[in-house]
C-alpha cells in the first residue's frame, strides 16, 4: 500500500480545512469519515461528479487534493 494524492470535494470553508473537515461523499451527502469520501483520480472527474450531483463549487464547496493510503 502507497499513499497517494487524490481530488476530492471539500464541504468546509477553505479556512477550516484540519479538524472537522468535511467532505463529499460518493452518493453526494456530507461526511467527516475520510474511509467514506468520494475520490477522484482527475479534477476532471471530480468537476463532472459536482455538476452531475448539483454541487455549487464555491468557497464552501471546492476541490482540493488529499493524501490516502491506496492499495496496488
Known amino acids: ?3 497517494q494524492a487524490l481530488f476530492v470535494i471539500f464541504a468546509s470553508p477553505k ?3 484540519a479538524l ?3 467532505y463529499i461523499a ?3 451527502s456530507t461526511t467527516i469519515l475520510s474511509s467514506k469520501v468520494a475520490k ?3 479534477l476532471a472527474d471530480a468537476k463532472a461528479f459536482a ?3 448539483h454541487i ?3 468557497g464552501h464547496t471546492y476541490i482540493g487534493m488529499e ?3 491506496v492499495s496496488d
Open 20 to 22: 472537522g473537515t468535511c
Open 15 to 17: 479556512k477550516h480545512v
Open 67 to 69: 493524501d490516502f493510503v
Open 51 to 53: 455538476k452531475v450531483n
Open 56 to 58: 455549487a463549487l464555491n
Open 26 to 28: 460518493p452518493d453526494a
Open 40 to 42: 477522484f483520480y482527475s
Open 1 to 3: 500500500m502507497a499513499k
